[in-house]
């Protein structure tokens, strides 16, 4: 279902940088687009740090992770621009028309977008919307969710054992359902590890979907929720229970699903992982 539309809203850092600024080049203002990573701040590169701290003006989303804002200097102009599924979200037109505004007065503009910019993050379209105004931009690469989730599971999503690949797919069109162009036969590889970004609410018909394309129920499937942050939590087990698992975890938190046999090697790092996990639907904690 579309989102409200909201406004974007100013924020008053109380936290973040408070020495001098700084120096950068006078110039024309510019755009930078920076990936925040899953959350934890420790996972910012060294370049986004900079980028924060120089920044003029910082435009963020909802899904940045407590902490992150701390490098952005208090003199900056901080406005929150979230979007999310199913809750009231900044139009995508207004954000961009906020960046050419801000950047046409001569300012640096972060926007801030969580994970990777470049991952099912509308980073083209701003792109696109900046190289038609004729105003600069750069793009500062963040560590997308499937990669946080591959470390903190401890498993390699391209296990030489078994997969040959992997795939970033998006569980949700703009109508709010799953994308209803993709070929299941296809992503019905047990060679391929899948990893879906948005699809806790489209679980069961994507569970539906792969198993009616060929994928045995029985194959591995982890959900993990709120990577990076104490609300983490993972769920672990065959494909044909995932809509429980997502069901247990609940829709309130950012969720990653990933399947493929490649997650059978999650168990072994997992049980030593000090973190509480669900399994097969029973709660179990460890360390
Ligand atoms: C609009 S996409 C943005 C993805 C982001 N650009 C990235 O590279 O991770 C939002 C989706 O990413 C996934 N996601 C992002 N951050 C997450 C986190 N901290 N924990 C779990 N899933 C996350 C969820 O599937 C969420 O619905």
Same mark, same amino acid.
Request: proline letters at 8%; charged letters at 25%.
């Given at each position: 279902m579309p989102a409200e539309p909201r406004k974007p809203v100013e924020v008053k850092l109380l936290t973040g940088g408070q020495?001098?600024?700084?120096?950068?080049?006078q110039g024309p203002g510019r755009v930078t687009l920076v990936g925040a990573g899953p959350g934890d701040p420790e996972l910012l590169t060294l370049k986004a740090v900079r980028a924060l701290g120089t920044?003029?003006?910082?435009?963020?989303?909802?899904l940045i992770g407590d902490g992150i804002l701390d490098f952005v200097h208090r003199k900056a102009r901080c406005l929150a621009v979230g979007k999310r599924g199913g809750r009231a979200s900044c139009k995508q037109g207004d954000i961009e028309d906020l960046m050419v505004q801000f950047a046409r007065a001569g300012k640096h503009v972060v926007r801030l977008k969580s994970g990777d910019p470049m991952i099912f993050g509308? +980073?083209?379209?701003?792109? #696109?919307r900046l190289r038609?105004?004729?105003?600069?931009?750069e793009v500062v690469p963040g560590i997308t969710a499937a990669l946080a989730m591959a470390a903190s599971l401890g498993l390699s999503l391209t296990h030489r054992d078994?997969?040959?690949s992997v795939r970033f797919i998006t569980g949700h069109s703009r109508h709010g359902t799953l994308p209803d162009d993709l070929d299941w036969r296809n992503l019905a590889d047990p060679a391929t590890t899948l990893v879906i970004y948005m699809g806790g609410r489209t679980a069961p018909d994507l569970a539906a979907r792969l198993v009616g394309g060929g994928l045995d129920p029985a194959t591995p499937a982890v959900a993990v929720r709120a990577l990076g942050r104490a609300a983490e939590r993972h769920w672990r087990g065959p494909l044909a229970q995932l809509p429980a698992g997502v069901g247990l975890l609940g829709l309130e938190e950012?969720?990653?699903?990933?399947?493929?046999?490649?997650?059978? +090697?999650?168990?072994?790092? #997992?049980?030593?992982?000090?973190?509480?996990?669900?399994?097969?639907?029973?709660?179990?904690?460890?360390g």
């Open positions: 020495g001098p600024r700084p120096k950068r080049p920044a003029d003006v910082v435009l963020f989303d909802d509308r +980073a083209g379209e701003e792109i #696109e038609r105004e004729g105003i600069a931009v078994h997969a040959r950012p969720l990653l699903i990933a399947i493929g046999t490649a997650l059978q +090697a999650a168990g072994k790092a #997992e049980d030593a992982a000090p973190i509480v996990q669900y399994f097969n639907q029973n709660i179990r904690y460890s």
